[in-house]
């Protein structure tokens, strides 16, 4: 760190990706990534042709894409934004709502780029305990006094919400933005994107990074009221006006028509999370009950940490957080069936190698 950085920024804890390291070649089950490419539509959408075009900037507003996205939700045009990931949305919601004087308030396990925010912009962050089985209590929520943002399902535990407790949420705190972040809703849980035409404080998110796999393009959106799109807007014109490339605009189009095969895929992650739940059950290890594509698993027997390493030394990337409460589990991407029978057969041999060296 240089000495010229801000001394409100010396001591900012930035956010820490998962690695993706290039020593040797890895499966990779620590980016919740989907394991199938996109489908030739949209690898064909992104034609030389379109390619050519690189000299010219994309349209700022992304008007065509939004205009898709919106019908495909049933909403309007105004009801939508688009930008270079989730991350960048979130990071225009915490800056358009959030100050000294609008506090925001999320889980204590959760996705890591919240509290990143919160310090960034110094807005005033309350992390709420997870229950001990690592749920979310909405009598926590209720009348918060502040902003809220729930990832749905949450990660790293893949624990679902119903859609009942998000509206009791959203309608408990109508002084207030709730931001429900579903990144990984299309693996289990049901969306609350219906609710944003009835109020007025809620802002839905959507990557195209899980589902749609397309993390590589950085694609996402939100959905909500006109006036908070704006609010939205009025932050990316005043950050970045072309934040989405001609590209992942073309391949965000094009994705929309291809849900069928999406889908499919979907269906397949979500087969693979159930096989690979009980082969780690009969492995003896515990899980929460996931709604993503991810499992959040430990195993008495050895802790977190140990695993995790021995594992990257067989070629098999999962994510540990080396954090209070959930230092003991390993967070695993669902790859393919082949991806989570490597991963199981390393584990075995793991556990049998401690099991034989006393």
Known sequence: ???????????????????????????????????????????????????????????????????????????????????????????????????????????????????????????????????????????????AGSNIVLANPNAPTGIALPLSDIEEVVESNSGHIVLIDEAYIDFGAESAVPLTGKYENLIVMHTYSKFRSMAGARMAYAIAQAPLIEDLNKIKYSFNSYNVNRLTQIAGEAALDEDDYFREMCRRVVDTREYTAASLRELGFSMTESSANFLFARNPRIQGKILYAALKERGVLVRHFDKPRISDYLRITIGTREHMDALLSAITDILAERKNNG
Do not use: W
């Not at 760190?1 to 070649?25: F, H, N």
């Not at 894409?65 to 939508?80: H, I, Q």
């Not at 100050?99 to 889980?107: K, L, N, R, S, T």
């Open 1 to 143: 760190m240089s000495k010229y950085i801000s001394s409100r920024l010396a001591s900012l804890q930035a956010y820490v990706p998962g690695e993706q390291p290039a020593d040797m070649e890895y499966i990779k089950l620590n980016t919740n990534e989907s394991p199938y490419p996109p489908p030739p539509g949209v690898i064909n959408a992104v034609s030389g042709a379109e390619i050519a075009k690189l000299n010219l900037y994309p349209n700022p507003d992304g008007a065509r894409l939004v205009k898709r996205l919106a019908d495909f939700y049933s909403v309007k045009p105004e009801n939508v934004i688009i930008g270079n990931g989730s991350d960048e949305l979130l990071a225009f919601a915490f800056l358009a709502f959030g100050d000294a004087e609008h506090g925001v308030c999320f889980p204590d396990i959760t996705y890591g780029f919240y509290p990143v925010y919160a310090a960034l912009y110094d807005i005033p962050a309350r992390q709420i305990p997870l229950r001990d089985d690592f749920t979310i209590d909405i009598a926590d929520y209720r009348n």
